[in-house]
């Protein structure tokens, strides 16, 4: 919704916080550390091709909070970092939101779609690249220079 800021603009006020981002960012190191404290947590809540398909579909999305290792949490939250606040400002809270969540859910899909069966997948990264095709899209709109987005994703596949 557009309404007035603090600073008297009719948009979203640029020195608001990003409550969705940092949450996000919360609720990932959160998951993170829960999964260190109880290794089960990891095999109950991780993306397991043979377990969705036997029905347990809410693990397309706990997947997306689950992480292997302090570098995959790091890079995943620092790419969140960078794009989340800019997306967040221009989609507002409720629209970003949506789209982390579906990118999350699109890419546990596609995981889930081209994994062998008997593998076990987790971490942001779907939600990421999701938000890092809404940025480029938005960048481009606004006739904002992409290279710096382009190079983001070319290191994140290369990471991946």
Not at 63 to 92: D, R, T
Not at 94 to 111: E, K, M, N, T
Request: hydrophobic fraction near 55%; proline fraction near 3%.
């Amino acid at each position: 919704m557009i309404r007035a800021c603090a600073c008297g603009l009719r948009t979203v006020c640029p020195q608001s916080m990003p409550v969705v981002t940092s949450a996000l960012i919360a609720a990932n190191v959160a998951m993170f550390v829960l999964t260190i404290a109880s290794r089960t947590l990891q095999y109950k809540l991780g993306l397991f091709p043979v377990a969705v398909a036997g029905g347990q579909y809410y693990r397309l999305l706990t997947s997306a909070f689950m992480h292997y290792g302090i570098v995959h949490i790091l890079f995943n939250m620092w790419a969140l970092y960078v794009v989340g606040p800019s997306l967040e400002q221009l989609l507002g809270r409720l629209r970003f939101g949506a789209l982390y969540g579906l990118s999350a859910l699109g890419g546990s899909v596609l995981v889930f779609l081209i994994s062998p069966l008997n593998s076990a997948t987790a971490g942001a990264s779907g939600a990421v690249f999701g938000l890092f095709g809404a940025i480029f899209v938005v960048s481009r709109r606004l006739k904002l220079d992409v290279r710096w987005v382009v190079g983001l994703i070319v290191l994140n596949v290369v990471i991946t």
